[in-house]
């Protein structure tokens, strides 16, 4: 492994790096939309029956202590219950316009990386190719398929490695895309959710405080 490296010279030690970025990218992001994502239900069964009982306090400490963004919305729309509808949906709207980059940190990152990466190997492709022309010409008539040989591994290994990190950096983008896909629906369904319930009056969102 360690004479494939440097076989591979300068393109591959790219690639190897690429690569590594792209992983650390993909699994902090993967942990942290995992620990975004919650049940929905759950929680606003939760906020909704404390409101009715007129526990506001217990209802944002529960926010407080949620993570993810339909936590935060649901504290912002508490904080502002008092509001007129208008000023209630347009401070729920800002957050969740706010949260939606923080989810998707650093992912466009993700994206160049799996896009470059087999370009990279490409490049060494080509590379080693050349370093093989070199040595034919120079060996020239008499080159042995040992001066060859250096060039081919490097052709050979970068377009591999190449390929190898960036397939899964691409797959993984899209897979964390349908994830932040996926809580932004549950962020509009809890929007719409508490803010019915504190603008309807049956629903109890005339409760003075």
Not at 47 to 61: K, Y
Not at 90 to 114: C, D, F, S, T, Y
Not at 185 to 199: G, K
Request: with cysteine.
């Amino acid at each position: 492994m360690i004479e494939w490296i440097n076989n591979g010279g300068t393109v591959l030690w790219l690639i190897l790096a690429g690569g590594f970025i792209s992983l650390t990218i993909f699994l902090e992001r993967f942990f942290h939309l995992h620990r975004a994502q919650i049940k929905i239900d759950d929680f606003l069964n939760g906020i909704t029956t404390n409101l009715s009982h007129g526990n506001d306090l217990e209802a944002i400490s529960i926010c407080n202590q949620t993570p993810g963004p339909a936590a935060h919305l649901v504290r912002t729309a508490l904080l502002h219950r008092d509001d007129s509808k208008g000023e209630l949906v347009k401070a729920v709207q800002q957050a969740g316009i706010r949260e939606i980059p923080r989810l998707e940190r650093h992912m466009n990152l993700l994206i160049i990386l799996a896009q470059i990466l087999p370009m990279l190997g490409l490049l060494g492709t080509v590379l080693g190719l050349l370093t093989m022309l070199a040595a034919l010409q120079a060996g020239s008539p008499l080159a042995e398929i040992g001066d060859l040989a250096g060039g081919l591994w490097t052709a050979l290994i970068t377009t591999a490695l190449g390929l190898i990190t960036g397939i899964p950096a691409y797959a993984g983008y899209h897979f964390l895309v349908s994830r932040v896909e996926s809580i932004a629906l549950d962020m509009e369904q809890t929007a719409e959710e508490i803010i019915y319930f504190l603008t309807h009056p049956a629903a109890g969102g005339n409760h003075e405080s």
